[in-house]
């Protein structure tokens, strides 16, 4: 009697579940170090909004928000212009920056959740009133970043569990096969 032999699935699943380091190194890279923040992963809250003469984008870092005001028309900066802003309960009057920028230090940030906020502009004969939300997470960084963590892990894991289940469908296969050659060769010689 043949002594039995685990399929290879399993000595491959054995082999990739054991082996040691990590599976998403290469190069030169120091996967253990503190991972980086990206652009792409430090995503801070804004609010747009909108009207026939005005189109304003605000961006919060902290208690420090930046706002971006152009004409509607031309998608041009709005030079001169006065701003009151109210968000979260405080009223507010941004100043202009040099590069046609406002900026304004809230004197407390947003808690979690989404605000109202309206922003009057006033430049020359022109004044409007805009409004929109601002949508505040607890940490939209780190929020980003947990799941740009997570995805590759899961990735590979499913990759893998792939992988032995194809090797050992295949294994099965192939053991399945030579006992049908084993019984064509068997009753070819008993024929």
Request: glycine share 10%; charged share 20%; hydrophobic share 45%.
């Amino acid at each position: 009697m043949k002594p039995h032999t685990p399929p290879i699935g399993l000595l491959l699943a054995a082999v990739l579940l054991t082996s040691p380091g990590r599976g998403d190194a290469h190069g030169d890279e120091d996967h253990d170090a503190a991972p980086q923040r990206t652009a792409s992963a430090s995503v801070q809250p804004r609010f747009a909004a909108s009207s026939e003469l005005f189109e304003l984008v605000g961006v919060l870092d902290g208690r420090n928000l930046t706002l971006y005001l152009d004409h509607a028309a031309s998608n041009a900066p709005v030079q001169a212009a006065e701003l009151e802003l109210e968000l979260a309960g405080q009223t507010l009057k941004p100043q202009a920056l040099p590069d046609g920028r406002f900026a304004v230090t809230l004197a407390r940030p947003p808690g979690t959740g989404v605000h109202a906020v309206t922003v009057s502009v006033s430049a020359g004969d022109a004044a409007d009133l805009l409004a929109a939300e601002l949508d505040v997470h607890a940490d939209p960084g780190e929020a980003a970043h947990e799941h740009a963590d997570a995805g590759p892990g899961r990735a590979r894991a499913l990759g893998a569990l792939l992988l032995v289940g194809a090797l050992a469908a295949l294994a099965g296969l192939g053991q399945r096969w030579r006992a049908r050659r084993r019984r064509a060769a068997a009753a070819g010689a008993s024929a």
